[in-house]
T-cell receptor, first 115, second 113 residues
Framework: NAGVTQTPKFQVLKTGQSMTLQCAQD?????MYWYRQDPGMGLRLIYY???????DKGEVPNGYNVSRLNKREFSLRLESAAPSQTSVYFC??????????????FGPGTRLTVT | DAKTTQPTSMDCAEGRAANLPCNHS???????VYWYRQIHSQGPQYIIH???NNETNEMASLIITEDRKSSTLILPHATLRDTAVYYC??????????????FGSGTRLSIRP
């Protein structure tokens, strides 16, 4: 199993450009998440999806949109990129139905620079 | 979710036990203590979690005080690969819906040769 995969690994955008970050998981998890991590900081939750067809805002949703395309895929879109969105973006998945334990599995990250 | 307090940084000699403290004095009775770590440039990795009993797995041990106001993550024989930022998180364990993890700043652990 690949776990959680993210594309692209690196991206440079100009201010005002748009792009979509892709995330997929092959663990049949119900829930998926998007975080951003600024240099020297902890992770902050942007959006999450409890299950297919639902999405909810996290701590820092402004400037982003998400789509839960199906159970496997959860994409993050920047409609008009700004330098303040320069960050590393992590996707994660989890399955709250596993009552014996609970953890989130993270992808390798997408490093985004907006100039 | 309860707030946690961790030291900003620590260091430990390779081969020794690394003990990472976490204070969570406002923890509620139904909140668990979780530990994650993030090795440079990688996504966070789950380590261990517990409610009130001490827990051990192949990666680490978790010691929770009797009043549950603090805990310690123990890496029994630290190696250079354990150099990472360690996050202590307190939260309710979810059963039926997605539950957010609120990451703080964590403890930057450096293992010296």
């Amino acid at each position: 199993n690949a776990g959680v995969t993210q594309t692209p690994k690196f991206q440079v955008l100009k201010t005002g450009q748009s792009m979509t970050l892709q995330c997929a998981q092959d663990m049949n998890h119900n829930s998926m998440y998007w975080y951003r991590q600024d240099p020297g900081m902890g992770l902050r939750l942007i959006y999450y999806s409890a299950s297919e067809g639902t999405t909810d805002k996290g701590e820092v949703p402004n400037g982003y949109n998400v789509s839960r395309l199906n159970k496997r895929e959860f994409s993050l879109r920047l409609e008009s990129a700004a330098p303040s969105q320069t960050s590393v973006y992590f996707c994660a998945s989890s399955d709250p139905g596993q009552v014996s334990s609970y953890e989130q599995y993270f992808g390798p990250g997408t490093r985004l620079t907006v100039t | 979710d309860a707030k946690t307090t961790q030291p900003t940084s620590m260091d430990c000699a390779e081969g020794r036990a690394a003990n990472l403290p976490c204070n969570h004095s406002t923890i509620s009775g139904n909140e668990y203590v979780y530990w994650y770590r993030q090795i440079h440039s990688q996504g966070p990795q789950y380590i261990i979690h517990g409610l009130k009993n001490n827990e051990t797995n192949e990666m680490a041990s978790l010691i929770i005080t009797e009043d549950r106001k603090s805990s310690t993550l123990i890496l029994p024989h630290a190696t250079l690969r354990d150099t990472a930022v360690y996050y202590c998180i307190v939260r309710v364990r979810p059963y039926s819906s997605a539950s957010k993890i609120i990451f703080g700043s964590g403890t930057r652990l450096s293992i010296r040769p």
